[in-house]
C-alpha cells in the first residue's frame, strides 16, 4: 500500500493571490494544444490549417472547455441541486467540472472557428483530436495532485491510501486515466493521423478510442457519492461514454465508406 503525499492544492502563492496545481494543469494542457498544433500545422501542410486558426482554436477552446464543462456538470451530475441553488451554477472554484460538457463546448468552438475560417468542420476536428489526450493527461495529473476522483477499494500492491478517501487503500484510477485517456490515447490518434485520412475518420477514432477507455477505467473509479452506480451498474461516466462510441463507430465507417 502507497500513501498519497497529500501535495498541497496551492502550487504558488503570492500574497493574496493562489495559483492551484488544478489550474496550472489547464495552462499546461492549452500550452500543449497550442505548441503541438503549430508543429503540426508547419510539418504537415497538407493539412491546410494556419496559424491564425490555431490561435482562434485556442481562444474559443478555453471557452467552450470552462463553460461546457460547468454545464454538463450543471446538467449531467447535479440538476437538483442547482436548480435549488442556481447563483451556485457560477461557483467553478468550488469545483465541478465534466468532460463530456466540456467536450461539447469544445465541438461548439470547433465549428465557430472552422465557420470563420471557412473550412470543413471534420478537417478541423481531425486535426485537433490527437491534441485533446495531452489535455486530458493534464487534467488527470491534477486531479491526483488533489487526491480526488480516486479509486474504488483494493488490495494491489500499488493501491493509494487518500486522505478523502477513507481508511482503506483504493486504485490510483486518476493514473490508469492519464495512462490510457492520456498517453496511449494520443500515441494511437497521432500514428495515426500521421498521413492522409478521409475526412472524419480521425475524430471517429479519438471518440471510439476515449469512450472504449473512459469506460474501462470506470470500473476502477469510485462512483460519485450523490450519484452512485446506475441502470446495469454503470457509472454516469459510461453512460455518457456510451454515445461517443456510437457514434465514433459511425462516424468512423461513414468516413471510410466515403473514400
Not at 67 to 84: D, H, N, S, T, W
Not at 129 to 152: D, H, T
Request: glycine letters at 12%.
Amino acid at each position: 500500500m502507497l500513501i498519497h503525499p497529500q501535495f498541497d492544492p496551492v502550487a504558488i502563492s503570492i500574497g493574496p493571490i493562489a495559483i492551484r496545481w488544478y489550474g496550472l494543469m489547464y495552462l499546461a494542457a492549452f500550452a500543449l494544444f497550442f505548441l503541438l498544433g503549430r508543429y503540426r500545422a508547419r510539418r504537415d501542410a497538407w493539412r491546410g490549417i494556419s496559424y491564425a486558426l490555431i490561435d482562434d482554436l485556442l481562444f474559443y477552446g478555453v471557452l467552450g472547455v470552462v463553460i461546457g464543462g460547468r454545464l454538463g456538470y450543471v446538467m449531467f451530475y447535479k440538476p437538483e441541486y442547482y436548480l435549488a441553488h442556481p447563483l451556485e451554477m457560477f461557483a467553478v472554484w468550488q469545483g465541478g467540472m465534466s468532460f463530456h460538457g466540456g467536450f461539447l463546448g469544445v465541438l461548439a468552438a470547433v465549428w465557430y472557428a472552422a465557420r470563420k475560417h471557412r473550412i470543413e468542420w471534420l478537417r478541423v476536428t481531425d486535426f485537433i483530436a490527437p491534441l485533446v489526450p495531452c489535455g486530458l493527461a493534464a487534467g488527470r495529473l491534477g486531479n491526483f495532485i488533489n487526491g480526488e476522483l480516486f479509486g474504488r477499494p483494493s488490495d494491489v500492491p500499488w493501491a493509494v491510501l487518500f486522505a478523502q478517501g477513507g481508511p482503506v487503500p483504493r486504485h490510483p484510477s486518476q493514473l490508469y486515466q492519464f495512462a490510457l485517456e492520456g498517453l496511449a490515447l494520443f500515441a494511437l490518434l497521432w500514428l495515426y493521423s500521421a498521413k492522409p485520412r478521409p475526412a472524419g475518420a480521425v475524430s471517429g477514432a479519438f471518440l471510439i478510442g476515449y469512450g472504449a477507455f473512459r469506460f474501462i477505467a470506470e470500473y476502477f473509479r469510485e462512483p460519485d457519492d450523490f450519484l452512485g452506480l446506475l441502470a446495469l451498474g454503470f457509472s454516469m461516466g459510461q453512460w455518457l461514454s456510451l454515445p461517443m462510441l456510437v457514434l465514433g463507430a459511425g462516424l468512423l465507417a461513414y468516413a471510410l465508406r466515403k473514400r
